[in-house]
């Protein structure tokens, strides 16, 4: 039965990168200052929020089709609200309205801070009135007017919506400026800002004081960061630098890095600094020099293997993992055929690969015709994930017989799964289940231990691999055990 009246429960769900994670997760810490829990079905919610990504067509499907399941919610409890947020409501705008006539408001990305008052406003109002707060497109003003209508919106955090008690997201940029063709960020995000330092390393102290163990920095081309506080200048090593040494922070992470961006002072960060992680996402997209240019990247293939050898001549041990677009206007068979040698040569620990997706809006669907067939563009990330994967496989069989240091995470997903078929717990015993956790490299490591261990770091000696697991068993752990509960890892 439909519930009645204002019970300040809230549901939301989130799709896209780790930004809008890092969003939902500031959005439900601001609305609980108003009172509000959250909940994990819509049913129970008399609030409900969509945090969209608008970067592939799937991603807005997906949302278009849950809000679509609501179309009649109001029907039993008119003091229901449903508003969508993020890059697609930044985006769409009216459209969203057009298409889900039930939606109160709509919230770009820059204006989160206006939720809790909308939400307020759509309650109180005697007649339904359809409502949006974004920021300006990238045409509708000056830099500076158009900057400061996106607002870098970091006050409160929420640790339930954390991947896990012990690890936190920290935005030091918001924006991006590069406009490759094919992307939506530069509108849906804005232009390139990076916060001060001094308010990161504030952040970052806060997080370690709540128990916070590994940060990862965000921003759409993270190493492009720059920000020039009390005179100085300061460059993403220079901050890695600053927040080093907080006490209770033991590992730093940080995505996605733009490739003519990875300067040899932010290598030397990396190798230098123990608590900085050795791993590296930067994202390649594509092996033919043609269509880097069609994709306006601003680099080449071969600017691309200067940087891999800087990477590999300056850290060594350090992982690289990239994206790829297969199936872009106008790709060849031998321009695809590029893409797969670069995959081979570079050999990165993992790649992300998407069929292209025209988005509105974006140079490509107005410059280039979307002329490869899906079943091409199918049968092109097929044959490139197959590649990634054998040598992934390869890779990780290099690790056998080694000891890798890992930051215990969970359970692992299908000790999560089976946990949560098996209603039946013994109380107060703690029994050994299949943990995962992340090696220094960003590997994955799963091995059995007691559950006591989340929230530590254990040295595990590699048994076994698959193309995406190493498998081991512990060698040694820490003395000091974390009181954190056992959650089970989100995807």
């Given at each position: 039965?439909?519930?009645?009246?204002?019970?300040?429960?809230?549901?939301?769900?989130?799709?896209?990168?780790?930004?809008?994670?890092?969003?939902?997760?500031?959005?439900?810490?601001?609305?609980?200052?108003?009172?509000?829990?959250?909940?994990?079905?819509?049913?129970?919610?008399?609030?409900?929020?969509?945090?969209?990504?608008?970067?592939?067509?799937?991603?807005?499907?997906?949302?278009?089709?849950?809000?679509?399941?609501?179309?009649?919610?109001?029907?039993?409890?008119?003091?229901?609200?449903?508003?969508?947020?993020?890059?697609?409501?930044?985006?769409?705008?009216?459209?969203?309205?057009?298409?889900?006539?039930?939606?109160?408001?709509?919230?770009?990305?820059?204006?989160?801070?206006?939720?809790?008052?909308?939400?307020?406003?759509?309650?109180?109002?005697?007649?339904?009135?359809?409502?949006?707060?974004?920021?300006?497109?990238?045409?509708?003003?000056?830099?500076?007017?158009?900057?400061?209508?996106?607002?870098?919106?970091?006050?409160?955090?929420?640790?339930?919506?954390?991947?896990?008690?012990?690890?936190?997201?920290?935005?030091?940029?918001?924006?991006?400026?590069?406009?490759?063709?094919?992307?939506?960020?530069?509108?849906?995000?804005?232009?390139?800002?990076?916060?001060?330092?001094?308010?990161?390393?504030?952040?970052?102290?806060?997080?370690?004081?709540?128990?916070?163990?590994?940060?990862?920095?965000?921003?759409?081309?993270?190493?492009?960061?720059?920000?020039?506080?009390?005179?100085?200048?300061?460059?993403?090593?220079?901050?890695?630098?600053?927040?080093?040494?907080?006490?209770?922070?033991?590992?730093?992470?940080?995505?996605?890095?733009?490739?003519?961006?990875?300067?040899?002072?932010?290598?030397?960060?990396?190798?230098?600094?123990?608590?900085?992680?050795?791993?590296?996402?930067?994202?390649?997209?594509?092996?033919?020099?043609?269509?880097?240019?069609?994709?306006?990247?601003?680099?080449?293939?071969?600017?691309?293997?200067?940087?891999?050898?800087?990477?590999?001549?300056t850290i060594p041990d350090c992982s690289v993992s990239s994206d790829f677009i297969v199936g872009f206007c106008g790709e060849s068979e031998p321009a695809h055929q590029k893409s797969m040698d670069a995959v081979s040569e570079f050999r990165f620990k993992n790649s992300?690969?998407?069929?292209?997706?025209?988005?509105?809006?974006?140079?490509?669907?107005?410059?280039?015709?979307?002329?490869?067939?899906?079943?091409?563009?199918?049968?092109?990330?097929?044959?490139?994930?197959?590649?990634?994967?054998?040598?992934?496989?390869?890779?990780?069989?290099?690790?056998?017989?080694?000891?890798?240091?890992?930051?215990?995470?969970?359970?692992?997903?299908?000790?999560?799964?089976?946990?949560?078929?098996?209603?039946?717990?013994?109380?107060?015993?703690?029994?050994?289940?299949?943990?995962?956790?992340?090696?220094?490299?960003?590997?994955?490591?799963?091995?059995?231990?007691?559950?006591?261990?989340?929230?530590?770091?254990?040295?595990?000696?590699?048994?076994?691999?698959?193309?995406?697991?190493?498998?081991?068993?512990?060698?040694?752990?820490?003395?000091?055990?974390?009181?954190?509960?056992?959650?089970?890892?989100?995807?």
């Open positions: 039965m439909p519930d009645q009246g204002h019970n300040r429960q809230l549901y939301i769900q989130t799709v896209g990168c780790q930004m809008n994670l890092l969003d939902s997760e500031l959005v439900v810490a601001a609305l609980r200052k108003d009172g509000y829990e959250l909940t994990d079905t819509p049913k129970c919610a008399d609030t409900i929020l969509f945090n969209t990504c608008s970067v592939r067509e799937h991603a807005e499907h997906k949302i278009y089709s849950a809000l679509g399941r609501l179309k009649y919610a109001k029907r039993g409890n008119p003091q229901k609200v449903i508003g969508v947020m993020g890059c697609m409501a930044q985006k769409d705008q009216d459209l969203i309205f057009h298409r889900a006539p039930h939606v109160d408001f709509v919230v770009g990305t820059g204006q989160l801070a206006e939720i809790p008052r909308l939400i307020k406003e759509t309650r109180g109002l005697a007649g339904r009135v359809q409502q949006k707060a974004v920021s300006l497109g990238r045409r509708d003003g000056s830099a500076a007017k158009i900057a400061g209508s996106f607002q870098s919106y970091d006050p409160l955090r929420d640790p339930e919506m954390r991947p896990t008690p012990f690890q936190a997201f920290v935005r030091i940029m918001i924006g991006c400026d590069k406009f490759c063709t094919y992307c939506v960020v530069p509108a849906t995000r804005g232009p390139e800002q990076s916060r001060p330092p001094s308010q990161i390393a504030q952040e970052v102290s806060v997080l370690a004081h709540q128990g916070v163990k590994e940060i990862t920095l965000l921003g759409q081309t993270v190493n492009s960061y720059r920000h020039t506080e009390n005179g100085r200048m300061y460059r993403l090593s220079d901050l890695l630098a600053l927040i080093h040494d907080t006490n209770g922070i033991e590992r730093i992470r940080f995505i996605t890095s733009y490739p003519k961006d990875m300067t040899n002072d932010l290598l030397q960060a990396v190798r230098d600094l123990p608590k900085a992680v050795r791993y590296l996402h930067v994202p390649l997209q594509h092996g033919c020099n043609e269509i880097l240019r069609q994709m306006k990247r601003g680099y080449t293939v071969e600017e691309y293997r200067d940087m891999m050898h800087s990477i590999r001549t992300f690969i998407f069929k292209y997706s025209e988005r509105p809006g974006t140079k490509a669907a107005t410059m280039f015709p979307d002329d490869i067939a899906d079943r091409i563009k199918r049968q092109r990330n097929n044959d490139m994930l197959d590649l990634q994967n054998r040598i992934s496989e390869e890779d990780n069989a290099a690790f056998i017989g080694r000891q890798v240091r890992v930051l215990v995470e969970g359970p692992s997903k299908s000790a999560a799964k089976q946990a949560a078929r098996n209603t039946k717990r013994a109380s107060g015993i703690s029994v050994a289940t299949q943990l995962m956790g992340r090696s220094d490299c960003d590997r994955i490591v799963v091995f059995d231990g007691n559950p006591r261990l989340v929230g530590t770091t254990a040295d595990i000696e590699v048994h076994d691999c698959t193309g995406t697991t190493l498998i081991g068993s512990i060698v040694t752990r820490d003395v000091q055990h974390s009181s954190t509960e056992m959650l089970p890892i989100l995807s």
